[in-house]
C-alpha cells in the first residue's frame, strides 16, 4: 500500500480553509497553492498518492484566492466612496 504525500492533504485544508475564513483566507490559500505544487512535484518524483488531494487543494487556493482579493478590493472601494460622498 503506497503512502500518500502528506503535503497534498495539508494543501486541500489550507485550500478549504481559505475559502471559509475571511481576510485570513487570502494568506492560507498563497500558502495552499505553494504546498500544493511542491506536493505535485514530489508525488511526480516519488510516486507517492494524493495527486487528488494536491490538484483539489491547488483549486480551493485558487478559488479563495480570487474570493478574498475580490472582497478586499470590494471593500477599499466602498470605503473610498463612503469618503468621497461624504466630503460633497
Known sequence: MEKTNN???AALT???LSII???IG???GIIGLVLSSKSMAE???SNE???GFAISGKVCSIVGI???ALLIL???LSISLFYMTESS
Open 49 to 51: 498518492n494524493g495527486r
Open 14 to 16: 489550507l485550500g478549504i
Open 21 to 23: 475564513v475571511p481576510y
Open 26 to 28: 487570502l494568506v492560507l
Open 7 to 9: 503535503k497534498s492533504i
Open 43 to 45: 508525488i511526480d518524483n
Open 74 to 76: 470590494l471593500m477599499i
Open 66 to 68: 480570487c474570493l478574498h
